[in-house]
């Protein structure tokens, strides 16, 4: 899963550096020069996927890795879910996050891992600090290349020009879970105490995240579609998986 890498472990803070940078080469090139193929690889209909870097400046886009645990520190899980419920840019830009988060964990797992003391470690991140990151590189650029294949994105622009100006958590027709010391809102309760998830089937609940798919219109707990408060935010239309698997008919 390491690019053949799995035999080659930095020790110097050097060595580490060395590693980020292939790694994160690759990962910038997966996100922007070879943006086409990295959109076709990430399937919503396959499998969870992950998107590795590798110190050879190349990337993949495959499975996690099968033992527990793992060599290395994973990269974010199921990425593909969320490519058709997004808009283009946005999605890059939430993978491009959480590639920035992996990239970090797996420096610093060296660093623990062969025992950098208090200096090694700020010198590390130093030299981490004054690159940009890969979320910055992402939308830092004039023009972010997008797949030709979806053209969603134009004519979506018109359509959802009146939603924009709506609040985020309205356009999304999410309900965010309630905190422990405030009481039970009865009008919430009564308007979704019938309301059944649309993949487990069970009742609404006050004390957790739900999300509406925008083209059924049915409500699922955010952690049956692996959908998190913090990447709803990101969306602007919500298509659950049932609906995001749909064909559309030819005319």
Same mark, same amino acid.
């Given at each position: 899963?390491?690019?053949?890498?799995?035999?080659?472990?930095? *020790?110097?803070?050097?060595? =580490?550096?060395? %590693? $980020? #940078?292939?790694?994160?080469?690759?990962?910038?090139?997966?996100?922007?020069?070879? =943006?086409?193929? $990295?959109?076709?690889?990430?399937?919503? @209909?396959?499998?969870?996927? /992950?998107?590795?870097?590798?110190?050879? &400046?190349?990337?993949?886009?495959?499975?996690?890795?099968? &033992?527990?645990?793992?060599?290395?520190?994973? +990269?974010?899980?199921?990425?593909?879910?969320?490519?058709?419920?997004?808009?283009?840019? %946005?999605?890059?830009?939430?993978?491009?996050?959480?590639?920035?988060?992996?990239?970090?964990?797996?420096?610093?797992?060296?660093?623990?891992?062969?025992?950098?003391?208090?200096? &090694?470690?700020?010198?590390?991140?130093?030299?981490?600090?004054?690159?940009?990151?890969?979320?910055?590189? =992402?939308?830092? #650029?004039?023009?972010? *290349?997008? +797949?030709? !294949?979806?053209?969603?994105?134009?004519?979506?622009?018109?359509?959802?020009?009146? *939603?924009?100006?709506?609040?985020?958590?309205?356009?999304?027709? !999410?309900?965010?879970?309630?905190?422990?010391?405030?009481? +039970?809102?009865?009008?919430?309760?009564?308007?979704?105490?019938?309301?059944?998830?649309?993949?487990?089937? @069970?009742?609404?609940? !006050?004390? @957790?995240?739900?999300?509406? /798919?925008?083209?059924?219109?049915?409500?699922?707990?955010?952690? /049956?579609?692996?959908?998190?408060?913090?990447?709803?935010?990101?969306?602007?239309?919500?298509?659950?998986?049932?609906?995001?698997?749909?064909? +559309?008919?030819?005319?």
């Amino acid at each position: 899963m390491d690019g053949g890498s799995a035999q080659y472990n930095p *020790r110097t803070v050097e060595e =580490v550096f060395r %590693d $980020f #940078k292939g790694r994160r080469a690759g990962l910038i090139k997966a996100l922007t020069t070879d =943006v086409e193929d $990295f959109y076709q690889q990430c399937d919503p @209909e396959k499998e969870n996927l /992950c998107l590795y870097g590798f110190p050879n &400046e190349q990337w993949e886009v495959n499975l996690p890795a099968e &033992e527990v645990p793992p060599e290395l520190p994973e +990269p974010a899980l199921g990425i593909n879910f969320a490519r058709d419920g997004m808009q283009d840019k %946005d999605w890059l830009s939430l993978v491009a996050v959480h590639s920035d988060a992996w990239l970090l964990s797996v420096a610093f797992y060296f660093g623990a891992r062969f025992g950098f003391d208090k200096t &090694e470690r700020k010198r590390l991140f130093g030299m981490i600090n004054d690159l940009p990151t890969i979320y910055e590189v =992402v939308n830092g #650029k004039d023009k972010v *290349r997008t +797949p030709a !294949s979806n053209h969603s994105n134009n004519k979506s622009k018109t359509n959802s020009k009146q *939603r924009a100006q709506e609040p985020q958590t309205k356009n999304l027709k !999410s309900i965010q879970p309630k905190d422990e010391d405030e009481g +039970p809102d009865e009008e919430d309760e009564d308007e979704h105490g019938e309301t059944l998830c649309g993949a487990c089937g @069970e009742n609404y609940a !006050s004390d @957790e995240f739900w999300i509406c /798919c925008d083209v059924c219109e049915n409500w699922f707990h955010g952690k /049956c579609v692996k959908i998190t408060p913090a990447r709803a935010e990101h969306i602007k239309q919500y298509k659950c998986p049932s609906c995001s698997n749909k064909r +559309p008919r030819a005319s």
